[in-house]
Each structure stands twice: as structure tokens, then as C-alpha cells.
């Protein structure tokens, strides 16, 4: 049996429990929940992931609904034990749900949400971040600095890669790598190959409005290609950057073989989830082809990183920060309580997650819905007509 765990409490005489398994930014988030009637329990523990003991012992006896993170295992142990203490409703503090067994969920009749639309823009922002530092290798000048060897301007320092007029590849054109790639169209100028099992045709029509816009100003115009397979992207691309989901389709979607079909002098970057690259491989093709470069902001085994890695010039490596800005972060906590707040409520599942803007209006009450919800259509859970 694990330790009690420390938590601090608010509105002690709320008629519903929600724990949250980590403190949040925030308060709006908190707020929300006790206008409605909830006691939210919040775990201090100064440990950054909590083991299935751990947070069984938070759920208790009675507890009507949990906010969790993504690195907490949320399969059929916990999901047995919420339904045990009348939990019907658990909300991740992310968009990413692949550490929830969402069918064990549905199985006891608890409720999934995730925290879509606050986090597009931001993650997207990182990911160009980390594809400019790659181009010009930002992190490699910086530390050269800061180690007192700059002693003038030389034609070959720190040569790298211009991206005007080069070819942006996005695996994964959803929310978050549509976002990306207008970014790097719009602002880079660069050419769109894209790779995704379905159409993104508001990113198609978006480029070309702006290869219009541009040649009508006498420019070269931009352009975009559907690839129809994720190898096209691979052999054509310059910069490529993963934003697909986490599942056993996408598992070591880059392997070695992958790598090898990719330009000597290309960059990947990987702001979706660690396993979609086979890091082993990576960090052998990263040794053989010093010209190659990564960005990388997940990690196969986090908060690891596979033997080597660290040590490459050419990689840069940053902690899980992509949806790190203030708003977003907040946004997340807002999102992920209003979910398990709904389902307490018995309201309906808001139409469009993608569409979340009225739950952030700080001014207004947040609609009677839960903002998005996974497994709404296999627990029948009613829509939102608002
Ligand atoms: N590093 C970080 O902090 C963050 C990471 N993420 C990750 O990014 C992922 C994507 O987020 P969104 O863009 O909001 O989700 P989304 O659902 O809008 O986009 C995912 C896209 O991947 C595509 N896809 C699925 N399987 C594929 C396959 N086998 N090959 C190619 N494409 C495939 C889907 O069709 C979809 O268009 C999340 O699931 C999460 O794991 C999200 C936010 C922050
Ligand atoms: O939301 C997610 O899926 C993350 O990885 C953290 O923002």
C-alpha cells in the first residue's frame, strides 16, 4: 500500500470530490469547479509522476472525478478504482491521451476528456523554434559563446541552412501540424509536402491563396503537394516535422530505414510523441551524418534519453515544453476541469472540440457542456445543442 499523499484542499465542504493528481496554472480552473459544489483536492507531492499506488490512494473512497497528467498510466487498474469510489469522469491535462486506455475507461462507464484547440498555436511555435535553431544552429553558437571561443567574424562560422524557397514536410496535418506548416509557408516561405491519412484541404486552399498573394506581388509563388505516401515526404523534404498522434500505426513511424531515405542535410523535428522516432536509430544516424540535424522535444523513454544522445552536436533537445506558454497552460487546466466538471453535471458534450473559444472567455460563465470528451459516442453521451 503507498504513502498517504499530501494534498491541499479547497471549498472542504464541496458536495462533489474532484482530485487533480498535480497543482495546475492558474485559478480560473479552480474557481469554476467550486462555484459548482466541487471540493477540489490538489496532490503536493514533491514527485513528478505518481505511480498507479500513489494515485490510488488520492482517488480514496468516494471521488466523482479525477484531472490527470499524461505521464500517469491510466488503464484498467485505476479506472476500476475510480468507478469503485462513483468516479465517472477523468480528463487528462493534455491533448495526447495515448497514456489512457480509453476502452477500460468506457468499461466502467468513466468519461475521457482532453484538452484540444488551447495548445495548437503554442505547440506549433516550438516546433518552428526548434526547426529555425536546427537551420541555424542556435544551441551549438550559443554554448561556443558562452565558452569564451568567439575571437571574430570567419566566412565558415556556423554555417547552416537557409529555408526560403526549401520544402517544409509535415507528418500529421491535424490541428497542430496545419498550424505548423502555415507558419513555416507564411512566414519562411517555404514549399508544403504533407503526409496524413486524410485531406487537409483549408492548409491546401491556405497555401495557395498565398502563392497567389505572392506572385501577384512578383514573388515565386508557394506551393503544396498531398504526398501519397510518408517516403515521398521523406526523399523530398528539407524540413520535416512530426504531429501525428501516438498510436500502433505511428510506433517508430522514423525508423532506421526511414532515416536513410531523408537528405544527407535534412532536419526532423518531433513535437508529437517520443515513439513515434526508434531514438536508438536516430542517435546512429545523427553519428553517421553530422550534416543531419534534430529538434527534438520528446523522448522514447522520458524524461530519458536513449544512450548518446545528449552528446550529438546536432541534436537539440528540449524537456516536453511545447505547449509550455502561460495561456495554453492555463487553458489546459481550464479545459481539463470543465470536462470533468461536465460530466458531474450530467451536461451535454460541446458540438466542435476544436471550436473551444467560448470555455477561455475569461468575462463570460463557460457553456453547460464538457469541452471535449473521447469516448462521448461509445458511453452515448448526448451533444450539445449551444
Ligand atoms: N510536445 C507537446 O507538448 C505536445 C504534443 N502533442 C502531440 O501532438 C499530437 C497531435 O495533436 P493535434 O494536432 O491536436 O491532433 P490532431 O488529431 O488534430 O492531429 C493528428 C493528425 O495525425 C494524423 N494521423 C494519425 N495517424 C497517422 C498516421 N499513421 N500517419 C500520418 N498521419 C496520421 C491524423 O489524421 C490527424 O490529422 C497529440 O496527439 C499529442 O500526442 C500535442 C500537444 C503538445
Ligand atoms: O497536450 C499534450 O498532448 C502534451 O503533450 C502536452 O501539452
Redesign the pocket.
Known amino acids: 500500500m503507498a504513502k498517504p499523499v499530501s494534498i491541499e484542499v479547497w471549498n472542504p465542504n464541496g458536495k462533489y470530490r474532484v482530485v487533480s493528481t498535480k497543482p495546475m496554472p492558474g485559478t480560473r480552473w479552480i474557481n469554476l469547479l467550486i462555484q459548482q459544489d466541487c471540493r477540489v483536492e490538489i496532490c503536493t507531492q514533491k514527485k513528478t509522476i505518481l505511480s498507479v499506488e500513489e494515485i490510488i490512494a488520492l482517488i480514496g473512497d468516494k471521488c466523482d472525478g479525477v484531472i490527470g497528467q499524461l505521464t500517469e498510466d491510466w488503464g484498467e487498474t485505476l479506472f476500476s478504482a475510480l468507478s469503485r469510489a462513483g468516479g465517472k469522469a477523468f480528463s487528462n491535462m493534455?491533448?495526447?491521451?495515448?497514456n489512457v486506455d480509453v476502452n477500460a475507461a468506457t468499461k466502467y462507464g468513466v468519461a475521457v476528456g482532453n484538452t484540444?484547440?488551447v495548445?495548437?498555436e503554442?505547440?506549433a511555435e516550438?516546433a518552428a523554434s526548434l526547426s529555425l535553431s536546427a537551420a541555424r544552429r542556435i544551441v551549438e553558437a550559443d554554448e561556443f559563446m558562452r565558452a569564451g571561443l568567439y575571437d571574430g567574424w570567419l566566412p565558415h562560422l556556423f554555417v547552416g541552412n537557409l529555408l526560403k524557397g526549401q520544402t517544409v514536410g509535415v507528418?500529421?496535418?491535424?490541428?497542430?501540424?496545419?498550424?505548423y506548416a502555415r507558419m513555416m509557408v507564411e512566414g519562411f516561405k517555404m514549399n508544403l509536402i504533407y503526409?496524413?491519412?486524410?485531406q487537409?484541404t483549408r492548409l491546401e486552399k491556405f497555401v495557395t491563396a498565398y502563392g497567389q498573394f505572392l506572385k501577384a506581388n512578383g514573388e515565386p509563388p508557394v506551393t503544396w503537394k498531398r504526398a501519397s505516401t510518408?517516403d515521398e515526404v521523406l526523399r523530398e523534404a528539407d524540413v520535416i516535422s512530426l504531429?501525428?498522434?501516438?498510436?500502433k500505426?505511428?510506433y517508430h513511424?522514423v525508423n532506421k530505414e526511414r532515416l536513410a531515405k531523408m537528405k544527407k542535410e535534412a532536419i526532423l523535428v518531433n513535437?508529437?510523441?517520443g515513439p513515434v522516432v526508434d531514438e536508438v536509430a536516430l542517435v546512429q544516424h545523427l553519428k553517421e551524418n553530422p550534416m543531419f540535424r534534430v529538434g527534438l522535444?520528446?523522448f522514447e523513454d522520458e524524461p530519458f534519453m536513449k544512450p548518446g544522445l545528449a552528446d550529438m552536436k546536432n541534436a537539440i533537445v528540449v524537456p516536453?515544453?511545447?505547449?509550455?506558454s502561460k495561456w495554453t497552460r492555463e487553458g489546459m487546466a481550464t479545459l481539463a476541469a470543465l470536462n470533468v466538471l461536465g460530466k458531474i453535471k450530467g451536461y451535454p458534450i460541446w458540438g466542435d472540440p476544436?471550436r473551444v473559444e467560448p470555455f477561455m472567455n475569461e468575462k463570460s460563465p463557460p457553456p453547460a457542456a464538457c469541452p471535449s470528451i473521447v469516448n462521448s459516442k461509445a458511453l452515448g453521451l448526448p451533444v450539445s445543442k449551444l
Open positions: 493534455a491533448v495526447g491521451y495515448n484540444p484547440g495548445l495548437t503554442t505547440t516550438l507528418i500529421g496535418a491535424g490541428r497542430i501540424g496545419s498550424a503526409f496524413d491519412l486524410y487537409s510518408m504531429h501525428p498522434i501516438l498510436d500505426t505511428t513511424l513535437c508529437s510523441r522535444d520528446v516536453h515544453i511545447a505547449s509550455a476544436n
